[in-house]
Nanobody, 123 residues
């Protein structure tokens, strides 16, 4: 099992920046990758970004390419999401996720989830 705890959400004006953090504990040595998803009320949870745990490969949703950067610190079992040039449509609860095997980038492809952190971007 892997436990995930997110932090760093908050309220920011459009055009601003926020950095989300996710700390993993437990069976982290077996993780394949970690990612970020987001969800707004009445909509499905959507993929934002992912990064390999054993290798540095990254993947981004088209909606955040060029604005968001995912990174990891294996020594501290941490993954980060640097969010720049934020837009009101980025407002959502952001979830950290992890999995033990490769797959697609849908929520059901991930095994472990954090509780989420709210990001609100005002116009």
């Amino acid at each position: 099992q892997v436990q995930l705890v997110e932090s760093g959400g908050g309220l920011v004006q459009a055009g601003g920046s926020l950095r989300l953090s996710c700390i993993a504990s437990g069976r982290t040595f077996a993780m394949y990758d970690m990612g970020w998803f987001r969800q707004v009320p009445m909509k499905q949870r959507e993929f934002v970004a992912a990064i390999g745990w054993t290798g540095p490969s990254t993947k981004y949703a088209d909606s955040v390419k060029g604005r968001f950067t995912i990174s990891r610190d294996k020594a501290n079992n941490a993954v980060y999401l640097q969010m720049n040039t934020l837009k009101p449509e980025d407002t959502a609860v952001y979830f950290c996720a992890a999995r033990d095997y490769s797959g697609n980038y849908y929520p059901h492809d991930y095994d472990y989830w954090g509780q989420g952190t709210q990001v609100t971007v005002s116009s």
